[in-house]
């Protein structure tokens, strides 16, 4: 037996599928309790979130804004309201960082310095950035064996985790999202590297279905080592299918995207993107505060990034 009832035969049949094909699903890793737990917390997110988005104070305009606003209305659904909040999140963020331009166009600038949309397919959609911090219960997903043990598989044991959200695939969302490879892939020139850089799953806390928003891939992709073209079609994609409690793992060089949902319910779900350890997160979650930091294992707190950031050298 492997773990938390899943086979060690089935836990190498997934790392090979993974591996072959880039990706894989396994079917019931979460108990009923388990699944009603995450939803219960990240249902009262969202709500809160919905209410009360994240609003920081603004910053000083400068003439490259139209160029942002350009790229933000090119790229994502989001509604007047949304794209008004982020950029005044990216205005805000230069601020602070003593107004310090990107030296390159926003569509090359790496997806790690850019604040994203928080709700999307023009408020339908919506998704949850920070999750560890917002709710530390999430840390056990991050460290759950059956996901670690594939993750480590492809990665090696030096892996940290990049970042950590939930998303909620809104009803009658029918464009589904743009194919992509995940960052830093994005920002590499191809040919793209034969080996993984990252990997991305799926909690699954609804059932993922062939109509309801379910990711979608295109098998054997991370073997052409190309991006796909940003907003063009795949005839060969595979929805990754599966009962609630269940986890759809990816390589983040396969191409990949959020499903159209038909349906009348959301498809809610708890990514967790990992990473080698010498790439920059997507998050840093060594923000933390002190007291729910030491609560953790010393498994869970280095792949939330402790000890494994530059120090301060002098």
């Given amino acids: 037996m ?3 009832g899943i086979s060690s035969e089935m836990l190498k049949s997934a790392l090979t599928h993974l591996s072959e094909h880039g990706y894989a699903v396994i079917e019931g890793v979460l108990s009923e309790d388990e699944i009603q737990h995450y939803r219960g917390l990240v249902e009262e997110l969202f709500e809160r979130e919905r209410g009360h988005p994240f609003e920081p104070e603004d910053g000083p305009a400068l003439p490259e804004d139209t160029d942002m606003e350009a790229y933000l209305k090119e790229s994502y659904q989001i509604s007047e309201a949304e794209r008004a909040r982020l950029m005044r999140r990216i205005r805000h963020s230069r601020a602070q960082n003593q107004g310090t331009p990107w030296p390159v166009p926003p569509a090359e600038v790496v997806k790690n310095f850019l604040h994203l949309p928080t709700l999307f397919d ?36 030096d892996c940290v985790l990049a970042d950590c959200s939930a998303t909620s695939i809104g009803p009658h969302t029918d464009e589904g999202g743009a194919w992509h490879v995940d960052v830093p892939l994005g920002q590499l020139p191809e040919p793209l590297p034969d080996f ?26 991370h073997r052409t080592r190309r991006k796909p073209v940003w907003g063009e079609a795949q005839e060969d994609g595979k929805i990754l299918t599966g009962s609630a409690g269940s986890v759809a793992i990816w390589l983040s060089n396969t191409w ?9 319910n959301p498809r809610r779900a708890i990514l967790c993107y990992y990473s080698r350890s010498w790439i920059k997160p997507f998050t840093d979650y060594t923000s933390l505060a002190p007291e729910i930091a030491q609560t953790f294992s010393p498994e869970l ?7 494994a950031n530059p120090p301060v050298r002098g």
Avoid: C, E
């Fill in 196 to 221: 993984p850089l990252t990997i991305q799953n799926a909690w699954m806390l609804d059932a993922f279905t062939t109509t309801n928003g379910a990711t979608q891939i295109v098998p054997d992709s």
């Fill in 122 to 157: 023009y408020d339908r959609s919506q998704r949850i950035w920070n999750l560890v911090n917002k709710a530390p219960d999430f840390g056990k997903l991050v460290a759950h064996p059956v996901v670690l043990s594939l993750v480590r598989g492809i990665l090696g044991d």
């Fill in 2 to 4: 492997g773990t938390h």
């Fill in 256 to 264: 990949h995207r959020s499903g159209p949902n038909a349906t009348d």
């Fill in 301 to 307: 707190r280095y792949l939330l990034g402790y000890s």
